[in-house]
């Protein structure tokens, strides 16, 4: 890092005890960089580096069961279904090797399984290798700042089984878990099974384990979801997260005349990617500064909890390599320490409530070092 009172004050707290803190959210679980994600192994590593609150993306299965998976149709590059035969064959694309014209290809999703069916696959690096001519080879791909040293077959977790391993850690952990958006190999209605209906499963699945709603911290790219929740069960809905990804100045400023209709609808929480939060500005134009958006949302009264952190490579290659998560701030980005001033404009400059991180060791440490505790539950009203 550079010399300056924020390094030192970093430094200060080298050996302060390091708690729990819920500002830390594990992103996949929180041990992405080195497990593979939305596995067992994610997040024990997430929780053992004092993640306070850890995720669960939600997909369902052909039969309607409810499952920790990124995408519902990621199944081709983060877990072993093209090694299993049996499985392979129900994928909505098989694999089809590289040929002269074209890279492999495979498309296996959720809803081609069966919630047992899901419960024999292994995690995976996600990755895939896109000249593999193999099975074998398609399972390659990782990108080469994370680590498949412990891609030994990473256990799966259905959403019940993700409420049971966090309620299982010691100390106080929460929950947010993230009712994913159908692809379009996916539509909706499917099968009957409508939105609504995954939606409401999805808030049944923590009624029947007796989770409090203030301990969980829903989300959804989908703004009828938050309002679904809002208006069918407001104690749920009260601290959903309205996750946001607009890249362009044409959806930005879209979205900064729908804050104060989000706002009125009851939505209390706005979850922005990075890029949309910061910006470079400063006497010399070489300095992080908070974005208009960011401004924005915190004049409509919403609180912000950003995602997601070190999901880049090293900051001296963001640039040339085109991350997306540095990408409004790439010009003046050349160094790891930087991690730590982007942290410090989002938290001491515009406010945010919460961070999801690929490695919660990193959030954990400044999160203690600032005494910060991330978002409080059953506070919304």
Not at 3 to 23: A, R, Y
Not at 118 to 140: E, I
Not at 189 to 211: C, L
Not at 307 to 313: D, H, L, P, Q, V
Request: with cysteine.
């Amino acid at each position: 890092m550079t010399d300056g009172p924020l390094k030192e004050k970093l430094q200060s707290c080298e050996n302060k005890p390091v708690s729990i803190t819920g500002f830390t959210i594990g992103h996949r679980g929180g041990g992405t960089l080195q497990f593979p994600e939305e596995t067992v192994q994610s997040e024990d590593a997430g929780a053992r580096m004092g993640a306070g609150i850890l995720e669960c993306d939600v997909a369902f299965t052909g039969d309607r069961g409810l499952v920790c998976r990124h995408d519902l149709c990621d199944l081709h590059t983060t877990t072993n279904i093209l090694l299993k035969p049996e499985l392979a064959k129900k994928c909505t694309v098989p694999f089809t090797p590289a040929n002269a014209t074209a890279p492999a290809k495979a498309l296996c999703c959720t809803s081609d399984i069966t919630i047992a069916e899901f419960g024999t696959l292994c995690g995976k690096q996600d990755g895939f290798n896109a000249s593999a001519l193999t099975p074998q080879d398609y399972q390659h791909g990782t990108p080469d700042w994370r680590t498949e040293l412990y891609d030994s077959c990473g256990k799966l977790l259905t959403l019940n089984q993700y409420i049971d391993l966090v309620e299982s850690y010691p100390g106080y952990r929460n929950f947010t878990p993230e009712l994913k958006t159908p692809p379009p190999q996916v539509p909706m209605p499917f099968k009957g099974y409508t939105q609504q209906q995954y939606a409401q499963d999805f808030v049944e699945a923590f009624r029947n384990k007796s989770i409090d709603p203030s301990r969980i911290w829903p989300q959804s790219f989908l703004y009828d979801d938050v309002v679904f929740w809002l208006q069918h069960d407001h104690q749920f809905g009260a601290q959903a997260i309205y996750l946001q990804e607009f890249d362009s100045p044409e959806d930005i400023a879209a979205g900064m005349k729908n804050l104060s209709i989000a706002r009125a609808a009851g939505v209390n929480i706005i979850g922005p990617a990075l890029p949309m939060l910061v910006t470079i500005g400063g006497p010399n134009n070489d300095t992080i500064v908070p974005s208009d958006y960011a401004r924005a949302i915190k004049a409509n009264g919403m609180d912000i909890i950003a995602w997601t952190f070190e999901r880049s490579g090293p900051l001296a290659t963001v640039k040339s390599r085109k991350e997306y998560y540095f990408g409004t701030i790439a010009n003046i980005t050349h160094y790891d320490g930087q991690y730590y001033e982007l942290l410090d404009v989002l938290v001491h400059q515009i406010g945010i409530k919460g961070l999801f991180t690929d490695w919660a060791a990193t959030v954990t440490y400044f999160a203690n070092c600032f005494g910060l505790k991330g978002p409080v539950g059953g506070s919304y009203t």
